[in-house]
């Protein structure tokens, strides 16, 4: 799954708190980024734990979202199963289109059927939020610090973080059945 990091921006949050006649003074201003640099990043968990990071370049489509799962979704399926089985879980993306289901066909790899428009409980959603979390605190300010911050609060992630996600599945499926399909806590 695929998420998008911004680098830190001072209209986050920040407040100005000013007496009156301090309006333009330089020491009651702040410069902000507008539109701060940002990275897209692909990763992957299971119960064991995490996989590596993809730091992705321009658009995903199809080809290159198969690079991606040749190049480090087949490496994290290894790292983190081995030899057994796994179900592969990803969002329903344009990306996601038939020519990749053919590729995981190829690859002999069973993908969960998820329905279009229903909630998004994959559980590597909260894993993005504990790594931007992360993120407010060390409050990069280049795209390299970006990069290293993300990559560290990954590594930070531990597989009894994962486990837990995981292990909470059928808790969220039968809240979203209990709500009829609408908001739960998850």
């Not at 992957?44 to 321009?58: D, E, N, Q, Y």
């Not at 959603?125 to 610090?145: G, H, M, Q, S």
Request: aromatic share 10%; proline share 6%.
């Amino acid at each position: 799954m695929k998420a998008n990091f911004a680098c830190h921006s001072e209209n986050q949050g920040a407040r100005v708190w000013r007496k009156t006649g301090e309006k333009e003074m330089p020491k009651c201003l702040k410069s902000s980024v507008k539109y701060p640099q940002s990275v897209m990043v692909w990763g992957a968990m299971s119960a064991a734990g995490v996989g590596p990071l993809c730091f992705i370049k321009g658009r995903v489509n199809a080809a290159s979202y198969q690079e991606i799962l040749e190049h480090f979704m087949l490496p994290s399926a290894e790292k983190l199963y081995g030899d057994e089985d796994f179900v592969f879980q990803h969002d329903l993306a344009p990306a996601h289109s038939a020519k990749t289901t053919e590729w995981f066909t190829d690859h002999g790899i069973t993908v969960l059927n998820w329905p279009a428009n229903s909630p998004d409980l994959n559980p590597i959603e909260n894993l993005w939020d504990i790594v931007k979390r992360k993120l407010r605190d060390a409050r990069p300010n280049t795209l390299d610090e970006l990069k290293a911050a993300i990559e560290a609060s990954w590594a930070s992630i531990t597989p009894q973080q994962c486990h837990r996600l995981i292990a909470s599945m059928p808790r969220r499926i039968e809240a979203v059945i209990s709500a009829k399909g609408f908001p739960t806590k998850y």
